[in-house]
């Protein structure tokens, strides 16, 4: 098991080097670095020294891949790439271009974000499971019916509209909770209920269907045949059965978007103005903070490998017959 | 059985869901976004958008930036805040500076000596005593000259989060050397101060001090000289002028020219802090009514109140009827009256707005999509609130911003540009075919007066009436300027080889090109104006759409060829308007404000003479041939000068509009009674569409339940 | 006429397509879900709504220089049949079948006195002299004549499909899958045919900002949203297929390394990606601005790009699949045969692996449809979407979430573009879900 996790890491390795290569490319045909200086430098009055100097603290006065005036090993240290990407591995994310130390504010903003992410992934499991249990107890009704055509309706609705909708009719004509903001500590629950809700609703189409095949695979099963022949009315073999069995693919399902959850929700976050992850990178993109958005693709990345490591793991913990190799 | 069960069940459900909804009715704020801690507090609450990229007096220099730092530090002027035109008054100096010139040998000269022997002019400035800084770590020592927290050890850092984490919060007198230090941080190359390469041309010394303390450390600065800015005396200062310059004085009520004890940047150097986001650049130090207390830009920021804020009053005197309205009814109170001031992140402006009606901002600008709710223009133009907004006895103030909106061509283009006579025409054309009167209206919502010059109202040199229009673009009709007609910019087109806008060298419609940065989607609806506008005259506009690097290169490179640009003035004088003209200031030759690098001889010339001019009717003349010579050459059409148009609830008073005067917040009064009683009245919520909602499900699913029930006991019987 | 980048590319699609769908017909394992679908009326329906879309989406993929325009405007069929919407721009706001303007303006008043008032729209209900009294009876007429006669039409149509002598196609008709082609296809036409000849003189969905026709922008919407849709898989299939299925067949480093591009690609926030891309390709736009001085042809290279961009960040997921599928083909008997036989690895990969993952191809291609047309509303809201010159749902979304906070409130631009949007991506879904229902093995017992 040792050995397989730190297999898995080394694999991780070169493919975080990948990513990071890929961004670079990226953002650096994209934007020269004194493209970055004159955007951070504002409009009036910026000068040609102006531009040099702020390069010079920022670092990025170097070369960008190969440094030919240096000789040795500085050749390929002494250059932007270097000095931007190596740092990275060691999550030293360094200043952003605007002059913030980026590791604290990820420190800060992924509070926020979890805050959000956690209470509407529960709820929505908890919901879509509900719905779909529900639906797979009434099948062969005009509910079952009733409910997959409402949740092709409900997948068919783009998120925005829950949202402006959500933020209009709560928010605005009936002045339940506030209409954006965020606060910290428990006082942040009244800012949360909306973005919940509506991440809640917006995701029942997909997430109840998609339990609902899980749960009518299982149904048909021999196990559960046997279960209600031996008398267990439909409500006990869906619950003591079903659920447990489904169980398995539902949780593995889970973890390997939980790490994920850090990088926070990129549109609720800035319609609630709530001080997420997800807001900082759209702010990062927005403004052209190159150093940001090259710190949350390493992030997510980073995140991404772990998802996949903890989905490996929970199968072999579930499921003792999987041997992890 | 079972449904005999639930009958009684349901009537139990109803019962309790009626009595939750009759209790409901009387819940009141429950989307109140403060917590209940701030009742009834002097607290004002306002939002920012984005958060200010710098807080440090040498560097911030955009609107919202001086929205925070304006109420920190304290320049040591001021503009009145009654009077306009504006008038400069002495906020921590005893009076206005007294300039004295001297030749080039430094004698003294006497005010009347022409322009051409002064060779410096010397700003005496005195600074009130007992002025104090707010209470801050930097200050504090445990005995003279032993400072507590210039060289934190890890583990006290690792004990702080922010400023206030520190429990020893000290202060310090101010005194003229503070203001000399932040001079010489204007020109510490390291600053990185905007104005540092101007302020070379015009500081005597301070190119060499720049080059001299390129490599020296920030430490060492204070022990620097800067040969044309010393203290005299622990309360006077000098600042030595190269030639004349009387807009100097504009600067002097800048924040660039605030005090800075050289005690904060010893201590904001350490690089523990710096790791943990506190700069200078993020935590002030001032003399000024408030001091940063909270600076979370993720969120929101806080300004309280300065213990130790020095004696300060509000004006006992003012414009003509300034009294009748009310402007002088807290005449000769004590400054600040507010004790807290809370800035808000709001990024949309749905909530923005929604927050505003509930009463959760007590200020409101208005973006131009709530404006019909806001505001509407009576039979005679005025603007007036709407019933909704008297009926919440909202506020309204508006005022012409002493900035212009304009449309530049660039002179370097072959096509628009040019001193050619077909070129001009081609241009003047334009000036009449882009209906600026419609822009205002669609994109403005009649927040804007169409510009005639390039002198928006309230700067010296401004002419009202038939004497100020523009008589390439307008007629004077019945006591009002208006637009020429389409014919006659037809006419226009057809005399510079365009006729009915066909290029004769192509065959096909003329085609210009329209760079901008404007790429979002609530730019389409502006980018298709634009295009019709020059479709009226048969040219195709074709918007170049680039972000703002390339669009900066372009203008830089002189690839541009029409742009929309905007100034905001940096002070009151027609200077600061006629310097984006003046040929020296070329974007393309010298990296210069003149973006459309607009050269006409003549224009220089009369620049040059009327820059140093005081104001007078001499100086009103040159201004207005230097207006008619742009009038004729149309590098600019004009565009639009914005007015600020600002939304107040009742119980905000004392403010009056001035986009010129940074510090305004400390003449600011809340009504906290008012206030709290129209919340409670405007934010009543309502539960019974929530509860109908359920109730509806419920009557949906019912029959399945009865249904399943049935089956279950089929089954088991 | 002028051929746009992503019209040569829809013109491809539509003949690819066709193409499979002749294949398909003869192949004989896909007969049996083939007719499943035809047999099922709810995917008939979606299935005839779609191409009433496509017909649409088509129609605007057809450019021409304008003849009439001195200048040299490129416009499409649609644009075409659209003349008058297009022409009948107003001033500004107003509500879908007004008169008047939204908001109140000074007025010159016959007496020349001013006064402030709501001015007649220029265009919308401007044949009506006393509007007051005329306004609804006019366009309950209107709308009553234009839907008789477009049901009329339909009705014609269907009487003459009706008199079909041939026994075998009445026996077609007779099925309940084609009564339900048969509505939807009466609905879709009346209606449109309602909708078009009251634009000659209403505005049936309002105007926008600066007064130009919402009804008309929601119609040049549906080809964006199709072409994202569409031609977005058109970019990733070559590249989940090819991969997918070598990596699948011959194991080993190929696997290793296709694994390790696809990883790495799926392991960076699609959003992020899509990003840094739009913004190289306005940097390659601004830099190269003589290939792209028409508006049109900037914003079809930004609609490509985006396209190509999401084909990039999106066929990961199908390659997986494929790898997958193709780990399990590889062990069957026949293929084993054939590399018994010496039949070259290019061979049995396009004989026997591809005919047998084709389903999972066209399961995913349905599929991932909707959701790219959701997508596309996601990421004009981070202004990293299409042009802004382009008519697309998400721009119109997107500066209509800024006129929910007028008063009163402009609801019309965000109604149509949900309601129009809402209509395909259902379709889509539906369609998507018989398709599943049909070809997928384990649901077919």
């Known amino acids: 098991m040792m050995s397989y996790i730190i297999r898995r890491f080394l694999y991780a390795l070169p493919l975080l080097m990948a990513v990071n290569v890929l961004t670079f490319v990226l953002f650096f045909v994209v934007n020269s670095p004194d493209d970055m200086a004159r955007m951070q430098l504002g409009q009036k009055h910026v000068t040609e020294q102006a531009i040099q100097n702020w390069k010079h603290q920022h670092g990025y006065d170097l070369p960008l891949l190969w440094n030919s005036g240096q000789a040795g090993g500085k050749c390929l240290s002494d250059t932007i790439f270097y000095q931007k990407s190596v740092n990275l591995f060691l999550f030293d994310f360094g200043i952003s271009d605007s002059g913030r130390n980026i590791g604290t504010d990820i420190r800060q903003r992924m509070w926020p974000s979890l805050a959000l992410a956690l209470p509407s992934l529960a709820v929505g499991l908890l919901v879509n499971i509900t719905l779909a249990l529900l639906m797979v107890l009434f099948r062969n009704t005009y509910v079952e019916l009733g409910s997959s055509v409402l949740c092709v309706m409900l997948m068919s609705v783009s998120s925005l509209f829950y949202i402006i909708g959500g933020q209009f009719v709560i928010g605005k004509l009936l002045k339940l909770v506030p209409i954006s903001g965020y606060d910290s500590g428990l006082a942040a629950i009244k800012f949360l209920i909306l973005p919940v809700m509506i991440s809640v609703v917006a995701g029942i189409g997909s997430g109840a269907r998609w339990y609902r095949t899980l749960f009518l695979e299982e149904v048909e099963k021999d196990y559960v045949r046997t279960a209600r022949a031996k008398g267990l009315t439909e409500t006990q073999v869906l619950f003591k059965h079903v659920l447990k069995n489904a169980m398995i693919p539902i949780l593995t399902g889970v973890v390997v978007v939980l790490?994920?959850?850090?990088?926070?929700?990129?549109?609720?976050?800035?319609?609630?103005?709530?001080?997420?992850?997800?807001?900082?990178?759209?702010?990062?993109?927005?403004?052209?903070?190159?150093?940001?958005?090259?710190?949350?693709?390493?992030?997510?990345?980073?995140?991404?490998?772990?998802?996949?490591?903890?989905?490996?793991?929970?199968?072999?913990?579930?499921?003792?017959?999987?041997?992890?190799? | 059985m079972s449904s005999t069960l639930s009958v009684p069940k349901l009537r139990k459900l109803l019962l309790s869901l009626t009595v939750f909804t009759l209790t409901a009715c009387d819940i009141s704020q429950l989307n109140n976004p403060y917590p209940d801690t701030d009742h009834g507090q002097a607290i004002l609450y306002s939002s920012f958008s984005e958060r200010p990229k710098h807080l440090d007096p040498a560097v911030a220099y955009s609107s919202d930036e001086y929205g925070f730092i304006g109420q920190i530090y304290e320049p040591p002027l001021q503009y009145h805040y009654l009077k306009?035109?504006?008038?400069?008054?002495?906020?921590?100096?005893?009076?206005?500076?007294?300039?004295?010139?001297?030749?080039?040998?430094?004698?003294?000269?006497?005010?009347?000596?022409?322009?051409?022997?002064?060779?410096?002019?010397?700003?005496?400035?005195?600074?009130?005593?007992?002025?104090?800084?707010?209470?801050?770590?930097?200050?504090?020592?445990n005995e003279p000259g032993r400072y507590l927290y210039h060289a934190l050890s890890d583990e006290q850092l690792s004990a702080i989060d922010t400023l206030t984490d520190l429990p020893v919060q000290q202060s310090r007198t101010l005194t003229a050397e503070d203001y000399v230090y932040q001079i010489k941080r204007l020109a510490y190359p390291k600053t990185q101060s905007p104005i540092a390469e101007l302020m070379a041309g015009y500081i005597d010394g301070f190119a060499e001090f720049a080059q001299a303390t390129a490599e020296i450390p920030l430490q060492e600065l204070k022990n620097q000289t800067l040969r044309g800015v010393q203290a005299l005396s622990d309360h006077q200062y000098r600042i030595r002028i190269k030639g004349k310059y009387p807009q100097f004085q504009y600067w002097l009520a800048m924040p660039f020219f605030a005090p800075m004890p050289w005690e904060a940047d010893v201590f904001y150097a350490q690089?523990?802090?710096?790791?943990?986001?506190?700069?200078?650049?993020?935590?002030?130090?001032?003399?000024?009514?408030?001091?940063?207390?909270?600076?979370?830009?993720?969120?929101?920021?806080?300004?309280?109140?300065?213990?130790?804020?020095?004696?300060?009053?509000f004006p006992t005197e003012g414009d003509p009827g300034d009294h009748e309205a009310g402007w002088l009814n807290d005449a000769g109170k004590p400054l600040p009256f507010v004790d807290k001031v809370v800035y808000t992140l709001e990024k949309e402006s749905i909530p923005y707005w929604a927050k505003f009606l509930q009463g959760y901002y007590d200020a409101s600008g208005i973006a131009s999509d709530s404006f019909d709710q806001a505001v509407q223009f009576s039979g005679s133009g005025d603007p007036q609130l709407t019933q909704m907004m008297r009926e919440k006895q909202i506020q309204l103030q508006t005022s012409v911003a002493t900035s212009v909106f304009y449309m530049g061509f660039n002179m370097l283009d072959p096509v628009i540009g040019g001193d050619s006579e077909a070129n001009r025409k081609l241009r003047q054309a334009i000036s009449i075919a882009v209906d600026y009167e419609e822009f205002i209206a669609i994109f403005a919502n009649g927040r804007g007066v169409a510009a005639q010059g390039a002198l928006p109202p309230g700067i010296f040199g401004y002419q009202d009436g038939e004497a100020g229009i523009n008589p390439v673009v307008y007629d004077w009709q019945n006591g009002k300027p208006r637009r020429k007609s389409l014919e006659k910019a037809k006419q226009l087109l057809a005399e510079a080889g365009y006729p009915n806008g066909i290029d004769p060298k192509t065959g096909e419609a003329l085609l210009l090109y329209f760079d901008t940065t404007a790429t979002g989607a609530d730019d389409?609806?502006?980018?298709?104006?634009?295009?019709?506008?020059?479709?009226?005259?048969?040219?195709?506009?074709?918007?170049?759409?680039?972000?703002?690097?390339?669009?900066?290169?372009?203008?830089?490179?002189?690839?541009?060829?029409?742009?929309?640009?905007?100034?905001?003035?940096?002070?009151?004088?027609?200077e600061n308007f006629f310097f984006l003209l003046y040929g020296a200031n070329s974007k393309v030759k010298q990296g210069g404000e003149n973006a459309g690098n607009y050269a006409n001889p003549e224009f220089d010339r009369l620049f040059e003479q009327m820059r140093n001019m005081d104001n007078s009717p001499e100086r009103q003349r040159i201004i207005d041939r230097m207006q008619n010579i742009l009038r004729q050459d149309a590098p600019w059409l004009f565009g639009y000068f914005p007015k600020d148009f600002a939304l107040l609830h009742s119980w905000y008073k004392n403010l009056k509009p001035a986009r010129m005067i940074n510090n305004r917040l400390k003449y600011s009064r809340i009504d906290t009674e008012l206030r709290e009683q129209k919340r409670e009245e405007w934010n009543k919520a309502e539960f019974w569409p929530l509860l109908l909602g359920f109730a509806l499900l419920a009557v949906a699913i019912y029959p399945a339940v009865k249904a399943y029930r049935r089956q279950q006991q089929e089954t088991k019987s | 006429m002028i051929v746009l980048w992503t019209d040569a590319l829809i013109y491809f699609l539509v003949l690819a397509a066709a193409g499979l769908a002749v294949y398909m017909s003869r192949q004989a394992q896909m007969r049996r879900p083939l007719r499943k679908i035809t047999s099922n009326p709810v995917a008939m329906a979606s299935l005839a709504m779609l191409l009433c879309f496509a017909l649409i989406g088509l129609a605007d993929s057809v450019h021409f220089k304008d003849g009439d325009s001195r200048g040299n405007e490129v416009i499409s069929l649609l644009d075409v049949a659209c003349t008058t919407m297009r022409k009948h721009g107003e001033k500004t706001y107003s509500a879908p079948f007004a008169v008047y303007g939204y908001a109140k303006e000074t007025l010159t008043l016959g007496d020349g006195s001013t006064g402030w008032d709501y001015p007649r729209l220029q265009y919308g209900g401007a044949h009506l002299t006393d509007p007051e009294t005329e306004w609804a009876g006019d366009v309950f007429d209107k709308t009553f004549g234009g839907f008789s006669r477009g049901a009329g039409l339909m009705l014609m149509v269907l009487v003459l499909a009706w008199g079909d002598q041939h026994e075998r196609r009445r026996a077609l008709w007779r099925s309940t899958s084609s009564k339900a082609v048969w509505a939807t296809l009466f609905l879709v036409v009346s209606g449109c045919y309602t909708l078009f000849s009251l634009s000659a003189y209403y505005h049936v969905l309002g105007t926008d900002k600066v007064g130009e026709d919402v009804f008309y922008q929601t119609l040049k919407s549906i080809r964006t949203g199709l072409v994202i849709g569409s031609l977005t898989t058109l970019v990733m299939l070559p590249l989940a297929i090819v991969f997918g299925i070598m990596a699948g067949y011959f194991?080993?480093?190929?696997?290793?390394?296709?694994?390790f591009i696809y990883t790495t690609l799926n392991s960076i926030p699609s959003v992020l990606l899509i990003a840094a891309s739009i913004l190289m390709v306005q940097v390659y736009m601004a830099n190269h601005p003589e290939n792209f001085n028409n508006l049109l042809v900037r914003a079809d290279m930004r609609l490509l790009f985006l396209c190509l961009i999401l084909g990039v960040t999106s066929w990961t997921g199908l390659c997986r699949l494929l790898r997958a599928e193709t780990l399990k083909l590889r062990e069957m008997e026949y293929v084993l045969a054939a590399q018994a036989l010496g039949v070259k690895p290019a061979m049995i990969l396009f004989r026997h692996i591809l005919p047998n993952v084709m389903h999972i191809v066209l399961i995913s291609v349905v599929l991932d449809f909707s959701s790219l047309v959701l997508a596309e509303a996601v990421l004009s809201y981070i202004n990293i979407g299409v042009d802004?010159?382009?008519?697309?749902?998400?721009?119109?979304?997107?500066?209509?979430?800024?006129?929910?906070?007028?008063?009163?409130?402009?609801?019309?631009?965000?109604?149509a573009a949900f309601v129009f949007m809402f209509a395909l991506v259902l379709a889509a879904n539906l369609f998507a879900d018989s398709v599943r229902d049909a070809f997928d093995p384990r649901r077919t017992q």
Request: net charge positive.
């Open chain 1, 259 to 325: 790490p994920l959850l850090f990088m926070g929700s990129l549109i609720m976050e800035s319609f609630f103005s709530i001080p997420g992850l997800g807001s900082y990178t759209i702010d990062a993109i927005n403004r052209q903070d190159f150093a940001i958005v090259r710190s949350m693709v390493f992030l997510g990345s980073v995140l991404y490998v772990a998802g996949l490591l903890l989905t490996d793991i929970s199968y072999t913990l579930v499921d003792p017959r999987v041997r992890l190799s």
């Open chain 2, 84 to 141: 306009r035109p504006y008038q400069l008054q002495p906020l921590t100096a005893t009076k206005l500076p007294t300039v004295r010139y001297l030749d080039k040998q430094g004698n003294m000269l006497p005010d009347s000596a022409n322009d051409a022997e002064i060779a410096f002019s010397d700003y005496l400035i005195t600074i009130k005593p007992g002025i104090a800084y707010q209470p801050h770590p930097a200050f504090s020592q």
């Open chain 2, 271 to 313: 690089p523990g802090l710096k790791n943990k986001n506190i700069t200078l650049d993020w935590f002030p130090v001032g003399t000024g009514p408030y001091w940063l207390q909270e600076n979370n830009p993720n969120r929101r920021m806080v300004l309280a109140k300065n213990p130790h804020y020095h004696p300060d009053f």
């Open chain 2, 524 to 574: 389409k609806s502006l980018m298709n104006w634009y295009r019709k506008q020059f479709e009226k005259l048969g040219i195709q506009l074709v918007i170049r759409g680039t972000d703002y690097n390339r669009f900066q290169e372009k203008m830089r490179s002189g690839a541009a060829q029409i742009f929309v640009w905007g100034w905001n003035a940096d002070y009151p004088d027609p």
């Open chain 3, 251 to 259: 194991k080993g480093w190929v696997d290793d390394v296709i694994q």
């Open chain 3, 388 to 415: 802004p010159t382009t008519h697309s749902w998400g721009n119109m979304i997107n500066s209509a979430r800024l006129e929910m906070a007028r008063e009163p409130i402009v609801w019309w631009s965000l109604a």
